[in-house]
């Protein structure tokens, strides 16, 4: 695949998503062209249908209008309210440890170099939650530091469902402990709103945060994205004290 080095350093890449200047389409599976490669576009919007953990509710209303134009102010200015854990979004450590939580490992200590490089995105056996049986059967080679695991979850079309969905694929305990012995995986990426099952939300959660050497991101939009090899990034924005946060994704190829 041709890599967007080829066109355009990586670094003004970002800062031109950052800053608004570059656009793009909000379905992934649907590839913006960007010089000689594409960008796929990961990330789940962020609506009041958007399913959260537990809830058969959905998000519901997040956004404000504080001053409006209609109402005689001269600029429209809008306030929000979200969960750390909302839609598309990263875990730091102090997630599900909270000696970490009182020494501050929260998003801000993430590392850029994990959330931004080469990914390789899987897919799943169908039916299956990720156990050390499934992960030796992903045959992910050493040296692969960020895979992306394409799950019935997607299939399923869960995170466009309003109403949690407890049922959803995703790691058991044995095949976290698999792939943190086995694998150079450092980044961990699902297609729902926790990469642990349901049954095994702690453990898991454990077992991939214990070191701090591993971030996980959550709930992407894997509509459409064929398994193979791209490039990720991931911007969760520098929230201090902050357990979670959402981020934008994107793969390029």
């Not at 009041?48 to 209609?70: A, H, M």
């Not at 990263?90 to 959330?115: C, I, N």
Request: glycine share 8%; aromatic share 8%; charged share 20%.
């Amino acid at each position: 695949m041709v890599t967007m080095a080829s066109t355009m350093n990586k670094h003004n890449l970002l800062l031109l998503l950052c800053a608004g200047i570059l656009t793009v389409n909000i379905l992934s599976g649907a590839a913006v062209a960007y010089g000689n490669g594409k960008i796929f576009d990961i990330t789940h919007k962020i609506t009041s249908e958007l399913p959260t953990f537990d809830s058969q509710k959905g998000l519901g209303q997040f956004i404000w209008l504080v001053s409006s134009i209609r109402n005689g102010s001269i600029a429209n200015v809008s306030q929000f309210k979200l969960g750390t854990h909302t839609g598309t979004h990263v875990d730091a450590p102090s997630h599900f440890f909270q000696k970490y939580y009182e020494e501050g490992f929260d998003v801000t200590t993430l590392s850029l170099q994990t959330l931004n490089g080469p990914a390789l995105v899987v897919d799943v056996p169908r039916e299956k939650n990720i156990t050390a049986e499934v992960m030796k059967s992903l045959n992910i080679p050493r040296g692969v530091h960020r895979v992306l695991f394409r799950t019935l979850n997607t299939d399923r079309g869960l995170m466009h469902k309003k109403e949690f969905a407890s049922n959803f694929t995703g790691f058991r305990k044995d095949g976290a402990q698999w792939l943190v012995d086995n694998t150079d995986i450092k980044l961990v990426g699902l297609d729902y709103l926790s990469v642990s099952a349901y049954v095994d939300a702690a453990p898991t959660h454990h077992i991939f945060l214990k070191k701090r050497e591993i971030v996980l991101v959550e709930g992407l939009n894997l509509d459409g994205i064929q398994p193979g090899k791209y490039t990720v990034h991931c911007l969760p924005l520098r929230m201090v004290g902050a357990d979670g946060c959402p981020t934008r994704c994107i793969l390029t190829a």
